[in-house]
T-cell receptor, first 113, second 112 residues
Framework: NAGVTQTPKFQVLKTGQSMTLQCAQD?????MYWYRQDPGMGLRLIYY???????DKGEVPNGYNVSRLNKREFSLRLESAAPSQTSVYFC????????????FGSGTRLTVV | GENVEQHPSTLSVQEGDSAVIKCTYS??????FPWYKQELGKRPQLIID?????GEKKDQRIAVTLNKTAKHFSLHITETQPEDSAVYFC???????????FGTGTLLAVQP
């Protein structure tokens, strides 16, 4: 039982490149989330998926897209990376949107140069 | 929008002393308040939480208090140990946004 698994753990991109961050959970959770963590800013919600087939914007969605591929997987895509997207990205999941026991993945450290 | 403020941003205590971290929230309809601990380079992990129908909750050396009227909640760690050193985040959930909104974190350093 791995919990929430994120790949890759580290990535360096050049400005303008694209990439997809992958997230998968094996806890049969319905809701999944993408956060970014920047120094002094805490964790800010980028997008979330309350259930399979639905996605919604969070606090800082600009420059990102998401796909809820199935119940297990929720990916985050940067179409044209910018230095401002240098951050640590965390995926999380919970049983439902209103069940607040969030489990976080181990994070992806992304640097855009 | 909903906002969670957290203080202090850094806190240094001697081993064995108590540590208190305070948060305020803006949305009076918020109904769930978790605390997460994040060790250096690791993921945030839930350490304790409280719901709006409870004023205080304890789990061994940690406790959380909630004042709904003032929209304040606090984390109390007693008999601190070096392994308590980490960044602690408060969060508030519910209300108009129905999302978990985090504070900006407190770096706690416990000096041996």
């Amino acid at each position: 039982n791995a919990g929430v698994t994120q790949t890759p753990k580290f990535q360096v991109l050049k400005t303008g490149q694209s990439m997809t961050l992958q997230c998968a959970q094996d806890m049969n959770h319905n809701s999944m989330y993408w956060y970014r963590q920047d120094p002094g800013m805490g964790l800010r919600l980028i997008y979330y998926s309350a259930s399979e087939g639905t996605t919604d914007k969070g606090e800082v969605p600009n420059g990102y897209n998401v796909s809820r591929l199935n119940k297990r997987e929720f990916s985050l895509r940067l179409e044209s990376a910018a230095p401002s997207q240098t951050s640590v990205y965390f995926c999380a999941s919970s049983v439902t949107r209103n069940n607040y026991g969030y489990t976080f993945g181990s994070g992806t450290r992304l640097t855009v140069v | 929008g909903e906002n969670v403020e957290q203080h202090p941003s850094t806190l240094s205590v001697q081993e064995g002393d108590s540590a208190v971290i305070k948060c305020t929230y803006s949305d009076s309809a918020s109904n769930y308040f978790p605390w997460y601990k994040q060790e250096l380079g690791k993921r945030p992990q839930l350490i304790i939480d409280i719901r709006s129908n409870v004023g205080e909750k304890k789990d061994q050396r940690i406790a959380v208090t909630l004042n709904k009227t003032a929209k304040h909640f606090s984390l109390h760690i007693t008999e601190t140990q070096p392994e308590d050193s980490a960044v602690y985040f408060c969060a508030a959930h519910g209300g108009a946004t129905n999302k978990l909104i985090f504070g900006t974190g407190t770096l706690l350093a416990v000096q041996p």
